[in-house]
C-alpha cells in the first residue's frame, strides 16, 4: 500500500458511503434520510465503521475504505496500530428491536460496546427501553426478561432531538416507529434475551444469549441515561460523553476544525452547504456523514450537524463546559456517572 505525502490528500474532508443491513425489524424511513431501500427491510445504515468485511468505503480520496486508512504506514488518523474506535449507524426501527445487551469490557466471545442514541423521528407518546426499575439478581433478571416479563424493564419517553445513553451491560431496546443515530464503540457483539416471538419463514426464531447475558448484565439501576445536554460559549450542545465517545450538535453556521484528532460529523437537518479549507464549497446533504483527518477543517451553513470524536474528557469536555458555567456534577452526568 502506497504512503500518502500530500498535505492536502491529509487534510481533506472524506465522503462515507453508507452500507445498508437488512434486520427482520427494518423498514423504508431511511429512503427519507438518502438511503435506496424501497422494498426492503433496511434496519440499519452503517455510516462509518471499522470492522473487518464492513469497512466503510469512500466516495473519493486517496484511500478507497477505512481500513486502507488506518493501515496506511502514514497513520492518518494516527490509531498507533489500533483498529478505528467507533461505529455510526442510522437504525430504522420499523418494529420493535429485541430485548439485549452488550458487554461492558472484551470476554472470551465479545468485545465491548457501550452505545449512545440520538432521536431523529419519534412518534407521538414514543418510548425506549434502557435500563431496569429495581435491583435484582442476574440470573433472575434475565430469566424474567427471557419469559416475556418486560415489567422489570424502564421506560424512557423520548422526542425527536433526546439522546440516550446505553452502557455495556445495560438491558435495552429500540421501539417501534423510531428513527436513531446510533454512536458505539466498533464492536457488533450483541446478548439478546427476548425477541418478541419473532419467526423467520421457515418458523425459525434468532438465536438468543441467556448465559452470556447473565454473565455481562449490568443487575443495578443507572439513573440519568436520558441526558441533558449542556451548550458551551459556542453555542454547540454537548448530548453525551464519556470514555469511548463524545457527541456534540451544532446548528446553523459553524467552523469545525479537527484540530487534536479525527471527526466525524453527519448531517441530520435539512441540506447545508459545506466549504472546505480550500474553497471548495459542496451540499452537506440531509443523512451524509463525512469524516475529518486530523487537522481538517469545514464551514457548515445550514442544517443541524451532529459531531463524534474520542474525547479527551477533561481538554475536550469538561473545561470548556466549567467555562460555560455549568458545575461538574451535570457535567459528568453527559455519561450518566460512568467517569
Known amino acids: 500500500m502506497k504512503m ?44 462509518l465503521c471499522g470492522l473487518e468485511g464492513s469497512s466503510t468505503a469512500f466516495s473519493e480520496g486517496a484511500w478507497p475504505t477505512l481500513r486502507d486508512m488506518a493501515c496506511d504506514p502514514s497513520d492518518p488518523l494516527e490509531l498507533h496500530g489500533d483498529a478505528f474506535p467507533l461505529l455510526l449507524k442510522l437504525i430504522d ?49 434475565i430469566e424474567r426478561v ?23 451491560g445495560t438491558l435495552h431496546a429500540i421501539t417501534a416507529g423510531l428513527v436513531i443515530a446510533e454512536i458505539q464503540q ?33 443487575p443495578t439501576p443507572r439513573s440519568g441515561l436520558l441526558t441533558k445536554p449542556l451548550a458551551d460559549h459556542d453555542g454547540c450542545e454537548y448530548l453525551v460523553a464519556c470514555p469511548s465517545f463524545a457527541a456534540r450538535r451544532h446548528v446553523g453556521s459553524v467552523q469545525i476544525v479537527a484540530a487534536t484528532g479525527w471527526r466525524i460529523l453527519l448531517q441530520v437537518g435539512d441540506h447545508g452547504l459545506m466549504t472546505q479549507a480550500d474553497g471548495k464549497a459542496e451540499v452537506f446533504a440531509r443523512g451524509q456523514t463525512l469524516l475529518l483527518p486530523k487537522g481538517a477543517e469545514v464551514n457548515v451553513e445550514g442544517g443541524s450537524v451532529l459531531e463524534f470524536w474520542v474525547p479527551d474528557l477533561e481538554a475536550d469536555v469538561r473545561m470548556p463546559l466549567l467555562a460555560a458555567g455549568h458545575d461538574d456534577l451535570a457535567i459528568r452526568a453527559l455519561g450518566a456517572g460512568t467517569w
Open 4 to 47: 500518502i505525502d500530500s498535505p492536502l490528500s491529509m487534510t481533506s474532508v472524506l465522503r462515507c458511503l453508507p452500507h445498508l443491513v437488512e434486520r427482520p425489524w427494518g423498514g423504508e424511513r431511511l429512503q427519507g434520510w438518502g438511503r435506496e431501500c424501497r422494498g426492503r427491510k433496511i434496519g440499519e445504515s452503517w455510516e
Open 93 to 141: 426501527a420499523d418494529e420493535p428491536l429485541s430485548i439485549q445487551l452488550h458487554p461492558c469490557c472484551e470476554t472470551v466471545d465479545g468485545l465491548p460496546k457501550t452505545e449512545a442514541w440520538i432521536v431523529l423521528e419519534a412518534p407521538e407518546g414514543a418510548f425506549l427501553y434502557a435500563g431496569i426499575r429495581q435491583e435484582l439478581p442476574a440470573r433472575e433478571l
Open 146 to 168: 427471557a419469559s416475556g416479563d418486560l415489567s422489570v424493564l424502564e421506560q424512557v419517553t423520548v422526542k425527536a432531538g433526546d439522546v440516550v445513553f446505553i452502557p455495556g
Open 186 to 218: 466498533s464492536s457488533d457483539t450483541t446478548w439478546r434475551v427476548w425477541d418478541w416471538g419473532r419467526r423467520d419463514a421457515q418458523g425459525n426464531g434468532r438465536t438468543l444469549h441467556i448465559p452470556q447475558a447473565i454473565r455481562d448484565v449490568d
